[in-house]
């Protein structure tokens, strides 16, 4: 089953496709673009994979790691599909980055990667920005790079997990204005699903609700304001982003 | 969360949190009840706040990997598996390296802050609280592991959040952090680099600060190593002090 979680006349509804837009829990059927559309779940913690692919490890310049490259982000950084992203003028490059998002569903500790998969509820599409600017080089990637308000994009749907059939042959896309700029398969991925929660938990206890953000393909590439960001994964849906300006912030710069 | 009117304190057998005088708070600690930790949202840990953790980095500031010193806060996030309260037992990993005791000032934020500055950064601060900023001694500050930082119990919090009207200088605060009572490590919350107000104003330019949310001031340098099997205490000024103890991995569940 697909789920969002929308705000559509004074209260906020769990939400389900639907052919005229969407359908919420009450049965009222909306345009799509007449609801909020609010991330999908709250998150608990947020895990966010750097260098997860090969081909963009290697467009990065990185060489192999001895362990998954995890850092952590905020819920504050949480915004839904259709939202805003800002982006400071003083940036000279902002970028996406499509990643799968999944999220855990039990409690998890000390899980060896054959259990791992039956610890997942479901995944989500996510939009990681950054803005390289700001990488200084104490504990990379720094949260003004990574953890910045808008930062992290999260939905449109919550997808069981029952509903994917092989989470290891998805497709993620996204395109810039409608022109396809990133393209991967998380057949790729360096460290994949299983194996993260197995390492995740060897020495930390996951809860339901933790969400891990699993990385980046190759193919990231600075966005302006007014660019539309759409984030595509097979089954997942799309997620649509738009980059903010200062101004509609009332901010003169930075 | 909204700001607590005196000390609240969470214990760990009561469902809600109680908000009591200072007085009122030590008599309960007093009965070595274990608490919960008195906040509920994001905690983020601060990195080279310290002039000393700073001054020790020296020139390798401009060597690889770091190329240059901080500019911007350079933060850390502190997940909720890490999450403990007073009188906790913290699980020390197997191996010789022991758990950094990295005892620090807790700003607990009372409302929404965003681009706030530092001369009204103070309003939106509900309380502070103790917090023992756990981790696996690291040499390389450049892209650390978040198992150093991350493991369960690693941030004990409390025991609890004291109303900003009860601290008159933020700033000025000594802490004394010691193993098993012996003399303590001690410093002063005014060598930070960015003082609290300026570190609120710095950090909510680029990320907002929501109310439970806690930020800590940044770790001293030269904190102890703690080993499994000693008993710790924070304390900060006269405050109600942090205790927790630390055990083998062997020995925990």
Same mark, same amino acid.
């Given at each position: 089953?697909?789920?969002?979680?929308?705000?559509?006349?004074?209260?906020?509804?769990?939400?389900?496709?639907?052919?005229?837009?969407?359908?919420?829990?009450?049965?009222?059927?909306?345009?799509?673009?007449?609801?909020?559309?609010? !991330?999908?779940?709250?998150?608990?913690?947020?895990? !966010?994979?750097?260098?997860?692919?090969?081909?963009?490890?290697?467009?990065?310049?990185?060489?192999?790691?001895?362990?998954?490259?995890?850092?952590?982000?905020?819920?504050?950084?949480?915004?839904?599909?259709?939202?805003?992203?800002? /982006?400071?003028?003083?940036?000279?490059?902002?970028?996406?980055?499509?990643?799968?998002?999944?999220?855990?569903?039990?409690?998890?500790?000390?899980?060896? /990667?054959?259990?791992?998969?039956?610890?997942?509820?479901?995944?989500?599409?996510?939009?990681?920005?950054?803005?390289? *600017?700001?990488?200084?080089?104490?504990?990379?990637?720094?949260?003004?790079?990574?953890?910045?308000?808008?930062?992290?994009?999260?939905?449109?749907?919550?997808? *069981?997990?029952?509903?994917?059939? *092989?989470?290891?042959?998805?497709?993620?896309?996204?395109?810039?204005?409608?022109?396809?700029?990133?393209?991967?398969?998380?057949?790729?991925?360096?460290?994949?699903?299983?194996?993260?929660?197995?390492?995740?938990?060897?020495?930390?206890?996951?809860?339901?609700?933790?969400?891990?953000?699993?990385?980046?393909?190759?193919?990231?590439?600075?966005?302006?304001?007014?660019?539309?960001?759409?984030?595509?994964?097979?089954?997942?849906?799309?997620?649509?982003?738009?980059?903010?300006?200062?101004?509609?912030?009332?901010? *003169?710069?930075? | 969360? +909204?700001?607590?009117?005196?000390?609240?304190?969470?214990?760990?057998?009561?469902?809600?949190?109680?908000?009591?005088?200072?007085?009122? =708070?030590? =008599?309960?600690? %007093?009965?070595?009840?274990?608490?919960?930790?008195?906040?509920?949202?994001?905690? +983020?840990?601060?990195? &080279?706040?310290?002039?000393?953790?700073?001054?020790?980095?020296?020139? %390798?500031?401009?060597?690889?990997?770091?190329?240059?010193?901080?500019? %911007?806060?350079?933060? +850390?996030?502190?997940?909720?598996?890490?999450?403990?309260?007073?009188?906790?037992?913290?699980?020390?990993?197997?191996?010789?390296?022991?758990?950094?005791?990295?005892?620090?000032?807790?700003?607990?934020?009372?409302?929404?802050?965003?681009?706030?500055?530092?001369?009204?950064?103070?309003?939106?601060?509900?309380? +502070?609280?103790?917090?023992? @900023?756990?981790?696996?001694?690291?040499?390389?500050?450049?892209?650390?592991?978040?198992?150093?930082?991350?493991?369960?119990?690693?941030?004990?919090?409390?025991?609890?959040?004291?109303?900003?009207? &009860?601290?008159?200088?933020?700033?000025? &605060?000594?802490?004394?952090?010691?193993?098993?009572?012996?003399?303590?490590?001690?410093?002063?919350?005014?060598?930070?680099?960015?003082?609290?107000?300026?570190?609120?104003?710095?950090?909510? @330019?680029?990320?907002?600060?929501? =109310?439970?949310?806690?930020?800590?001031?940044?770790?001293?340098?030269?904190?102890?190593? =703690?080993?499994?099997? @000693?008993?710790?205490?924070?304390?900060?000024?006269?405050? %109600?002090?942090?205790?927790?103890?630390?055990?083998?991995?062997?020995?925990?569940?």
């Amino acid at each position: 089953m697909m789920r969002g979680r929308v705000a559509y006349a004074g209260a906020i509804h769990e939400a389900y496709p639907h052919e005229r837009g969407v359908r919420l829990a009450d049965g009222r059927i909306c345009p799509e673009d007449e609801v909020v559309w609010l !991330a999908p779940i709250e998150p608990g913690t947020i895990f !966010a994979l750097g260098l997860n692919y090969a081909e963009h490890a290697r467009e990065l310049q990185f060489s192999k790691q001895d362990e998954p490259l995890v850092f952590l982000k905020g819920r504050g950084s949480v915004i839904g599909h259709r939202g805003v992203t800002r /982006r400071p003028s003083d940036a000279a490059f902002m970028h996406y980055e499509c990643e799968l998002a999944v999220v855990i569903g039990r409690p998890a500790k000390t899980v060896k /990667r054959g259990e791992a998969m039956h610890y997942v509820a479901g995944y989500m599409i996510a939009n990681d920005y950054a803005i390289r *600017d700001y990488l200084e080089n104490y504990y990379r990637p720094n949260l003004r790079v990574k953890n910045r308000d808008g930062g992290t994009v999260l939905g449109p749907w919550f997808v *069981d997990a029952a509903d994917i059939d *092989d989470v290891a042959q998805l497709e993620l896309r996204t395109y810039v204005n409608g022109a396809l700029r990133q393209h991967g398969n998380t057949r790729d991925l360096v460290t994949d699903v299983a194996s993260l929660i197995e390492y995740l938990s060897s020495f930390m206890t996951l809860a339901p609700g933790d969400v891990i953000l699993t990385g980046t393909p190759d193919g990231v590439a600075n966005v302006d304001v007014g660019d539309e960001v759409v984030c595509e994964i097979d089954g997942l849906g799309r997620l649509v982003n738009v980059i903010a300006s200062d101004a509609q912030f009332n901010r *003169d710069g930075s | 969360m +909204y700001p607590p009117a005196d000390h609240r304190i969470h214990l760990f057998n009561e469902p809600l949190a109680r908000d009591l005088p200072a007085r009122a =708070a030590r =008599a309960l600690l %007093a009965q070595g009840l274990a608490c919960r930790p008195p906040v509920d949202g994001t905690v +983020y840990g601060t990195l &080279l706040n310290d002039a000393g953790a700073l001054a020790a980095l020296g020139e %390798a500031m401009h060597a690889s990997p770091y190329k240059a010193p901080p500019k %911007a806060p350079i933060l +850390y996030i502190k997940p909720r598996n890490t999450h403990a309260g007073h009188g906790a037992t913290v699980v020390v990993p197997d191996g010789d390296a022991g758990i950094e005791i990295g005892g620090s000032l807790g700003i607990v934020i009372g409302r929404t802050a965003v681009r706030v500055c530092a001369e009204q950064a103070l309003e939106f601060v509900a309380g +502070y609280t103790i917090v023992a @900023d756990l981790s696996i001694p690291h040499q390389s500050l450049y892209r650390p592991s978040v198992r150093f930082r991350a493991r369960d119990g690693f941030c004990v919090m409390g025991p609890a959040v004291i109303a900003r009207r &009860l601290v008159d200088d933020p700033d000025a &605060l000594d802490i004394a952090i010691d193993l098993n009572g012996k003399a303590p490590f001690r410093a002063n919350t005014a060598t930070s680099i960015r003082h609290v107000a300026q570190l609120i104003a710095d950090v909510t @330019d680029f990320m907002t600060l929501s =109310a439970g949310d806690v930020l800590t001031l940044g770790v001293p340098y030269g904190v102890p190593v =703690a080993r499994a099997g @000693d008993t710790v205490r924070i304390a900060i000024d006269d405050w %109600a002090p942090l205790c927790f103890s630390t055990i083998a991995q062997g020995d925990a569940q």
